[in-house]
């Protein structure tokens, strides 16, 4: 961090997902590599970056979950799997940083024009428009810097689903 001195913000995006057919016996391939990156990236880099973040004035760390850590999908189980473990983790940082300046913000995205889950997600007429999504997420963070969870409208469902 010494090249970057002030930097107070970690933003946890990276993801990969793929589709699995449990019953013809998974793939391990994809499953490691989904755990690796969508779950242990956001770990590691936490615990690195986490004395740097201490020292400064202020800080965030932002996970960018999903709609499907709180109702999976069963074509992209260990996708689902990673972003409810993600949430779990967000949730139990945010405690132990509670009385430290760092805050923990949650994205919970729905399903949006992207092309995560290949180019057609990017077109798809029933995936949020990205714009849309980035919008109305500048819009939650701008009306409460101190919001813990950003969920757009499109994502309620998910998160209120239990």
């Known amino acids: 961090m010494l090249e970057f001195p002030n930097t107070n913000v970690v933003v946890h995006n990276a993801a990969v997902c793929s589709r699995e057919d449990l019953v013809q ?6 499953q490691e590599e989904t755990v690796a990156t969508n779950l242990l990236g956001a770990m590691r880099l936490t615990t690195a970056l986490m004395p740097h973040l201490l020292r400064q004035k202020s800080a965030a760390i932002v996970i960018v979950t999903s709609g499907l850590a709180f ?5 992209v189980p260990t ?3 990673t972003k409810a473990a993600l949430h779990s983790y967000g949730q139990s ?8 300046s760092i805050q923990v913000i949650e994205i919970a995205p729905p399903y949006v024009q992207t092309e995560l889950g290949g180019k057609p997600q990017a077109t798809d007429p029933n995936a949020m428009p990205l714009t849309d999504f980035i919008t109305e997420t500048l819009q939650i963070l701008s009306d409460d810097p101190h919001v813990e969870e950003v969920l757009v409208k499109r994502v309620l469902p998910h998160r209120c689903a239990a």
């Open 93 to 100: 940082l945010r405690f132990q940083l509670r009385q430290i």
């Open 79 to 81: 996708y689902s799997a």
């Open 25 to 30: 016996g998974g793939n391990l391939k994809i």
């Open 71 to 75: 109702v999976p999908s069963a074509f």
